[in-house]
């Protein structure tokens, strides 16, 4: 059933609830028709999303509510199933679809609209969580909101349904395909060319060749053209042309870099055309020898008055500049029909010594093959003619001008192409047909009885034309360049046709300049120009972008030296074009979901050959013009990449980025694992990576550029609060990554514990190969105050790790890694900071209007100053004085960014005291061989007898020279399994005593329930099996501060506490008495797999 622009209405409070009435169109009929929907089987009517008129559903109003529901009718008529019916049981207003009472809404095309959109107002669907969460918590809503709603706004659409107000107000002027694009491109492509150059291309060339080289200048545009098709018929197109195009296709660096230098080109090209223009007029006044000052001026006094005239005319709003186009064509139309016609006018004999004698079937076959002259050959005469096959772009350039682009560009563009092409072809033939090649154009030069004849068809019309090949002529195609004028019908109208070509080329050119420059300026990819991105007046028209290419157009007027400069705009064109093709190309190529052009005539394969031919004719037309066009635009395409523009327009660039990485993780998966390839890949348990960056410092430092990091964050809660809070915080994060240059991953999950979420992490974490094989974690260094559930998730995520077969690496620092509440402070300062400048503004603002008052404002003003400065000092002091002190802990501050510095000559000691695979000797290599740790030199430290001391330094020497890892010196400890000094031992036991059980000193009844209460503490059974074991760790601390107190580094290899015999509180013992007071400690452990190998 349709609910597209349906009548919305009340419900009957009497009436079934469902009750569905089919009512006539005309919503003021009172006589209506209710069948109950329980009395007869029920009629369903056909759904159609197109027809407004038939099928309408209709659900009985409440008594009293007819007035409200005709306003509805009147206001709301363009909004579709937008009233929230009235439900009579729980006195709140829903969302209406099928006639039942459910906030799932149709299909509508407002939901799909951007936050900008001109075209109409963007509304809001419906949440998931909305939908899925109780019915009474998320949908009742107010009146008023039903109003709103039934008059198609919502909050989010605020600001577009203004603006959509405003364009109505001011009202916009759209062009359809024929004004807004046939027109213009017709215009820009029949330049001053097709005049005064036609004649002598197809006198070079012949007709069979000349044919040639316009089909393939065409074929460069029709590519092109069908190109240009298919991406404007993918999605909306807005103001910008050719930028727009190629930037939302390739993204904002080919865009910006095409679109600045194409903008150029069309500032310059109003300068061509212009002098084009102002040499033709120059030479009609020579003519007339009525000369103002000299030629060479002459040129730049009329290009500048025309010019300035033709600003005018495009100020004035492109209502009237599309009027100047129509009177243009017209004229340009006239003059080729006038063409046509003077070439079966009779022709007389001044016309016939000019070598002018209507259609023979002599002079075609004569000019049908070449005759290239001069040095010309036939990419020398087809790099002349190609600039007249340019200029398909005008129409797109003023997209945002259009009613449909959609529409528009592919009808105008195509059509505009077949048009002009048969009307170059025609031109060509018939100036071929008619006239000859050379001529002398004197009347005397006629053959008179017994001369004889040289065969040419010339000499078989009766005129003796020989002595051109030994001097040279002033008249036939090769010659004069006024072919065209001589042949037509009248002589100025041709004149009239080539003013009218380069006027409208000019005007078009300078439209389209500005046009362009504004779109690339709205989008900011170059920073320093949103100057020019403003608009003006009921079009948007950008007054400053038009002074811009009006002061760069009269630059080179003035030079007017364009011979040097116009084979470089002729590629800078080429160069769009081609960037068009391959943006064709790369979309399809990407094969991204969003790539559906309506525009169905196209391949991507002719796309791709047509950028390539493009890029072969800019270098036949010009090889150093090409080089400097590439150069130009590669620079401008690594200062956008390198400055990144914040913009994200779903480019197929994006769409192949993608596309790669999946290939290239699917043929990973191909790949059998080797020792020799193994790199750590680590799953760091960082949080949010901004509250630990030492964590994530020190995890870069050995997989930057060598293995993958994933920063990981579990939040636990209710679902509802932690998914929204996990959603809206991923990109946030993820961008700090990006801007910070850590070449890390950020994941996050909803989990009912911590432990949990690990281990959600540990399992389902990376892709294919891509996954991690070493968890870090930092070192909990509050377990002694944290709740015994904290320790024992602590502990199980270790045993968890171990289980998935994973490494192991817990990291500690003095200071610890959390720096949550210097963040927080920091936040807090930078509010108060903008306070104070949001408040300084606001006086700054007023200095005017207190200034109005005189004196006694001047007083007023510097006392309020005073005193807002006075509050905001003393609220800044009061609210750092009212913070902990920890939290400006400068020790804090600059542990936090130790990893980041530069380390200085020293050692990082390695405590290699058990077999791992490898890992604890790969991670500290991996270290070295970093910029930043790369004076640092390697001690190793293991354990050893002490009669065998220095067997062992050649064992452990020999295995690492075959590992390749270089180090400074062994050190073999042979007292580690000795029993610590008593003082140590007796810190130990202190450290544990609030968690010993002490069953032993109770009666049995006692300590099972004491076991039974506190299952976590440590029982006397377990310390006396495990006294070696405590003994050793708190030995090694001793040997630790005796060896390496002054290392950078200490990586030392972690004990394994064996599941269900070591409690989490000893554990955590023997962590703490490991590592307490000593430099920054790596305790390390691998899955006893193989990391290392000597084998080549």
């Not at 991406?231 to 042309?241: K, P, Q």
């Not at 509440?821 to 807090?828: A, R």
Request: proline share 3%; aromatic share 10%; net charge neutral.
């Amino acid at each position: 059933m349709s609910m597209n622009n349906a009548p919305n209405v009340f419900l009957d409070p009497n009436a079934n609830r469902f009750q569905v009435n089919i009512i006539d169109e005309d919503h003021d009929n009172n006589e209506t028709t209710q069948e109950d929907v329980g009395s007869d089987p029920p009629h369903y009517e056909e759904t159609s999303f197109t027809d407004e008129t038939h099928n309408r559903l209709r659900i009985s109003y409440r008594p009293g509510k007819r007035e409200l529901y005709d306003n509805f009718r009147q206001n709301g008529e363009k909004t579709e199933a937008s009233l929230h019916p009235y439900d009579t049981h729980s006195k709140m207003y829903y969302l209406q679809t099928f006639g039942h009472n459910t906030m799932d809404p149709v299909p509508k095309i407002d939901y799909y609209r951007n936050t900008g959109s001109v075209s109409g107002n963007k509304l809001n669907r419906p949440s998931l969580l909305e939908i899925h969460e109780q019915l009474a918590k998320n949908i009742a809503v107010s009146t008023g909101s039903v109003e709103r709603v039934a008059n198609g706004e919502s909050s989010a659409g605020d600001d577009t349904a203004a603006s959509k107000e405003e364009e109505n107000k001011t009202g916009f002027v759209k062009f359809g395909w024929v004004k807004g694009v046939l027109v213009r491109c017709m215009l820009n492509i029949w330049g001053v060319m097709l005049f005064i150059r036609l004649s002598w291309i197809v006198g070079q060339a012949g007709i069979g060749l000349g044919v040639i080289i316009i089909l393939l200048a065409t074929m460069v545009t029709s590519i092109t053209g069908l190109s240009t098709s298919a991406i404007a018929t993918n999605g909306f197109v807005r103001g910008g042309g050719a930028y727009y195009l190629i930037s939302r296709s390739l993204g904002p660096e080919f865009g910006g870099s095409i679109g600045l230098i194409f903008a150029f080109a069309n500032a310059v090209a109003v300068a061509m055309y212009v002098v084009g223009f102002a040499e033709t007029v120059v030479e009609l006044l020579k003519e007339s020898d009525t000369l103002m000052v000299d030629e060479f001026n002459d040129i730049r006094i009329i290009g500048t008055i025309t010019v300035v005239c033709l600003l005018g005319i495009s100020v004035a709003g492109m209502e009237w500049e599309a009027k100047a186009q129509v009177i243009l064509l017209i004229v340009l139309l006239v003059a080729i029909v006038n063409f046509f016609i003077g070439t079966v006018i009779p022709t007389n004999t001044e016309k016939k010594a000019r070598g002018f004698f209507n259609y023979q079937a002599s002079i075609f076959a004569e000019n049908f093959g070449p005759d290239f002259r001069s040095g010309e050959g036939f990419f020398s005469v087809f790099a002349i003619f190609f600039p007249a096959a340019t200029g398909i772009l005008a129409g797109a350039n003023i997209s945002g001008d259009l009613k449909d682009p959609q529409s528009a560009i592919p009808q105008g563009t195509m059509l505009a192409i077949l048009i002009t092409t048969i009307a170059y072809i025609a031109v060509a033939i018939c100036a071929a047909s008619c006239v000859v090649r050379d001529a002398t154009g004197n009347v005397n030069d006629t053959i008179v009885p017994g001369m004889s004849c040289n065969g040419s068809s010339a000499c078989g019309l009766g005129y003796d034309f020989s002595r051109c090949a030994s001097q040279p002529c002033d008249y036939g195609l090769m010659n004069n360049f006024q072919v065209m004028s001589m042949v037509s019908g009248f002589g100025p109208l041709i004149t009239a046709g080539i003013f009218s070509a380069t006027l409208s080329s000019a005007l078009a050119s300078l439209v389209s300049a500005p046009k362009v420059f504004q779109a690339l300026c709205k989008d900011n990819v170059y920073k320093g120009l949103e100057f020019f991105a403003k608009g003006y007046g009921k079009n948007n028209e950008p007054i400053r972008g038009y002074v811009l290419t009006f002061a760069i157009a009269m630059a080179f007027i003035l030079i007017a030296e364009l011979n040097t400069i116009a084979p470089i705009i002729s590629n800078f064109f080429l160069a769009s074009y081609a960037l068009i093709n391959f943006s064709c190309f790369h979309a399809s190529y990407a094969k991204s979901p969003g790539w559906r052009p309506a525009f169905r005539y196209y391949n991507m394969w002719v796309s791709l050959f047509g950028a390539l031919l493009c890029c072969g004719v800019m270098f036949v037309i010009n090889w150093w013009a090409a080089l400097i066009t590439y150069a130009i635009e590669l620079f401008l395409y690594i200062y956008v990449t390198y400055k990144k523009p914040e913009v994200n327009w779903g480019s197929s660039t994006q769409a192949l980025y993608f596309v790669n990485a999946l290939d290239s993780a699917l043929a990973l998966t191909t790949v059998e694992d080797h020792v020799k390839n193994f790199r750590p890949q680590c799953l760091a348990l960082t949080g949010a990576p901004m509250v630990r960056p030492a964590l994530l410092d020190i995890t870069h430092a050995f997989t930057k550029n060598n293995g993958l990091c994933i920063c990981c964050e579990v939040y636990t809660g209710p679902r509802k609060l932690c998914v929204k809070e996990m959603n809206s915080g991923m990109e946030k994060k993820q961008a700090w990554l990006t801007k910070n240059k850590r070449k890390a991953f950020y994941a996050a999950v909803a989990a009912d514990s911590f432990r949990d979420g690990v281990k959600s992490l540990l399992q389902a974490s990376g892709l294919g190969r891509m996954k991690p094989n070493t968890l870090v974690i930092g070192f909990k260094k509050d377990w002694r105050s944290a709740p015994a559930t904290q320790v024992e998730n602590y502990v199980g995520i270790i045993h968890d790790a171990f289980d998935f077969e994973l490494g192991v690496i817990i990291i500690r620092i003095s200071q610890g890694f959390d720096i949550s509440q210097v963040l927080q402070v920091q936040e807090e300062l930078e509010k108060l900071e903008q306070e104070r400048l949001a408040l300084e503004a606001t006086i700054k603002e007023n200095d005017f209007e207190e200034g109005k008052r005189g004196i006694c404002g001047f007083f007023k003003k510097a006392s309020t100053l005073n005193i807002s400065k006075h509050e905001t000092k003393e609220s800044t002091i009061n609210t750092i004085q009212s913070m902990h002190v920890g939290e400006f802990n400068q020790r804090l501050l600059e542990a936090s960014t130790q990893f980041k510095k530069k380390q200085g000559k020293g050692t990082i000691d390695i405590w290699w005291l058990f077999d791992d695979g490898g890992l604890t000797i790969l991670i500290p290599y991996i270290l070295t061989i970093r910029k930043k740790w790369k004076n640092c030199k390697l001690r190793i430290f293991t354990g050893g007898k002490v009669n065998r001391i220095e067997e062992e330094k050649l064992v452990m020497a020999s295995l690492l020279s075959k590992f390749r890892i270089k180090f400074a010196d062994i050190n073999i400890i042979c007292d580690i399994n000795i029993k610590p000094n008593k003082e140590s031992w007796k810190f130990f036991e202190e450290m544990i005593e609030p968690y010993r059980l002490h069953e032993s000193c109770k009666d049995m009844t006692t300590a099972e329930k004491l076991k039974r209460e506190t299952p976590w503490k440590i029982t006397d059974a377990e310390l006396e099996a495990l006294k070696e074991k405590s003994y050793r760790q708190v030995r090694l601390n001793e040997l630790l501060q005796e060896h390496s107190r002054a290392a950078n580094l200490i990586v030392l290899s972690l004990p394994v506490a064996r599941k269900g015999a070591v409690s989490d509180y000893l554990y955590m013992a023997w962590l703490e008495i490991l590592s307490k007071n000593l430099p920054p400690v790596l305790m390390v452990r691998g899955n006893h797999k193989n990391v290392l190998t000597f084998y080549s």
